[in-house]
């Protein structure tokens, strides 16, 4: 069983940024081979996706309405993928969450797809 746990919301000003942590951890070796998405979901609205990276980190990909803010990353010997997210906008304003799928390089954006999830962090930006 792998649970996820992130950390790292919070109330930022727009322009601001903040760093999203998801751990793993579990009774079997975790985040190997698993790839690692970020969701987010806002009041009222559908989950959609922000960012994947595959198990090497080779692989990362972004939705258009991030790219060129956010940035993922991982470091597996601490069983952490990381999110950093700059130049924060009020429509990022969501619970973000991390989730994993047992997949080295899983190339899917669908949140139905993926197996494991943690519990969310709220991020809030203000105008």
């Known amino acids: 069983q792998v649970q996820l746990v992130e950390s790292g919301g919070g109330l930022v000003q727009a322009g601001g940024s903040l760093r999203l942590s998801c751990a793993a951890s579990g009774r079997t070796f975790i985040f190997y081979p698993y790839t690692v998405g970020w969701f987010r979901q806002a009041p009222g609205k559908e989950r959609e996706f922000v960012a994947r990276?595959?198990?090497?980190?080779?692989?990362?990909y972004y939705a258009d309405s991030v790219k060129d803010r956010f940035t993922i990353s991982r470091d597996n010997a601490k069983n952490t993928v990381y999110l950093q997210m700059n130049n924060l906008k009020p429509d990022d304003t969501a619970v973000y969450y991390c989730?994993?799928?047992?997949?080295?390089?899983?190339?899917?954006?669908?949140?139905?797809?993926?197996?494991?999830w943690g519990q969310g962090t709220q991020v809030t930006v203000s105008s």
């Open positions: 990276i595959s198990w090497s980190g080779s692989s990362r």
């Open positions: 989730a994993a799928v047992p997949r080295t390089d899983y190339s899917g954006s669908y949140h139905g797809n993926y197996d494991y």
